[in-house]
């Protein structure tokens, strides 16, 4: 399969494609340049993995929203949720157990542990707030 472009319009519908890396890259970058032809072999042995490309030059509200802080960057996203991400060039093999490390994950377990931190975090929101009277 070969990599998508992914801008803010289209990002939303990709990402909730089942297993998606996003490599975040700009065209003046040197390691982004050596990056790409690693991924883009990785996505023809990967037909069931959606590969997208950001480029941060293009869609910087999307590198933002990521946190991208050098490039490349490689985020990887299951059902819409964010993994993690990891910047630097990745050989081959790690992308391969990358993915999967992903395709073993137990997603009810993964939103489970997402929503005990959110109430967790309610909590201690609710306990700092000063006192109503």
Do not use: Y
Not at 16 to 22: M, P
Not at 57 to 81: C, H, Y
Not at 101 to 123: T, Y
């Amino acid at each position: 399969m070969a990599t998508v472009q992914v801008t803010e319009e289209t990002f939303k519908d990709t990402v909730q494609q089942g297993i998606v890396l996003i490599d975040f890259w700009a065209a003046w970058c040197g390691p982004c340049r050596m990056f790409a032809p690693i991924f883009e072999e990785a996505s023809e042995r990967h037909p069931d993995v959606v590969f997208a490309k950001v480029d941060t030059d293009a869609e910087q509200n999307l590198a933002a929203g990521f946190r991208v802080q050098s490039i490349p960057t490689l985020a990887v996203l299951r059902d819409g949720i964010l993994l993690g991400s990891q910047p630097g060039v990745m050989p081959p093999e790690v992308i391969d157990d990358v993915i999967r490390q992903v395709k073993e994950l137990d997603m009810d377990a993964v939103r489970r542990e997402i929503e005990a931190e959110r109430v967790a975090a309610a909590g201690a929101d609710s306990d700092s707030a000063p006192p109503t009277s």
